[in-house]
T-cell receptor, first 112, second 112 residues
Framework: DQQVKQNSPSLSVQEGRISILNCDYTNSMFDYFLWYKKYPAEGPTFLIS?????DKNEDGRFTVFLNKSAKHLSLHIVPSQPGDSAVYFC???????????FGAGTRLTVKP | DSGVTQTPKHLITATGQRVTLRCSPR?????VYWYQQSLDQGLQFLIQ???????AKGNILERFSAQQFPDLHSELNLSSLELGDSALYFC???????????FGNGTRLTVT
């Protein structure tokens, strides 16, 4: 069951420009959302999170936006840097459950 | 370094065999999660343990089982292996609900 969906398998942007990664979810019980970054041969690493009581959370160059009515969240990276090239996973969990569900990932390539 | 240790890094075995993957969580983390990532797929949640007890179950096959020991390390047992079980298996730990997961670098299982 794909409760968390990342419909874009890949994204390519120019260095210095904005990267926007999108994520949709179907489970209305989800109330905690996270983004993870994964480099080859490594495990995913936590990037940024947002709870459903907020619609925006910012950490340096990274901002996550949450649109609860659309069941959609996005990650903005501004400005994008070549070191940001990685696979980005969206994840979600519900207060009533302990597991965390992940999307299929989006491979971001930032070109110099 | 996430503090989560997974062994072995690579495992090659034949169909029908049984293997055990091991995970040591971050110091102080009581929750351990197991995920499977098949070729270019997302992270599929398998199972979660909290302080030795099974807490949540995902798409885990009956041929697979896991446990968490009193010292909090966890093992994932995969039996009657099939070619389709070839994947990256990630372990993650967390300090509690609404806490990000910290992932190990995974065990790459190849079934021939």
């Amino acid at each position: 069951d794909q409760q968390v969906k990342q419909n874009s398998p890949s994204l390519s942007v120019q260095e210095g420009r904005i990267s926007i990664l999108n994520c949709d979810y179907t489970n209305s019980m989800f109330d905690y959302f996270l983004w993870y970054k994964k480099y080859p041969a490594e495990g995913p690493t936590f990037l940024i999170s947002i709870s459903s009581i907020k619609d925006k959370n910012e950490d340096g160059r990274f901002t996550v936006f949450l649109n609860k009515s659309a069941k959609h969240l996005s990650l903005h990276i501004v400005p994008s840097q070549p070191g940001d090239s990685a696979v980005y996973f969206c994840a979600a969990s519900a207060r009533s459950e302990d597991d965390m569900r992940f999307g299929a990932g989006t491979r971001l390539t930032v070109k110099p | 370094d996430s503090g989560v240790t997974q062994t072995p890094k690579h495992l090659i075995t034949a169909t029908g065999q049984r293997v055990t993957l091991r995970c040591s969580p971050r110091s102080g983390d009581l929750s351990v999660y197991w995920y499977q990532q098949s070729l270019d797929q997302g992270l599929q949640f398998l199972i979660q343990y909290y302080n030795g007890e099974e807490r949540a179950k995902g798409n885990i096959l009956e041929r697979f089982s896991a446990q968490q020991f009193p010292d909090l390390h966890s093992e994932l047992n995969l039996s009657s292996l099939e070619l389709g079980d070839s994947a990256l298996y990630f372990c993650a730990s967390s300090g509690g609900l609404r806490s990000p997961l910290h992932f190990g670098n995974g065990t790459r299982l190849t079934v021939t």
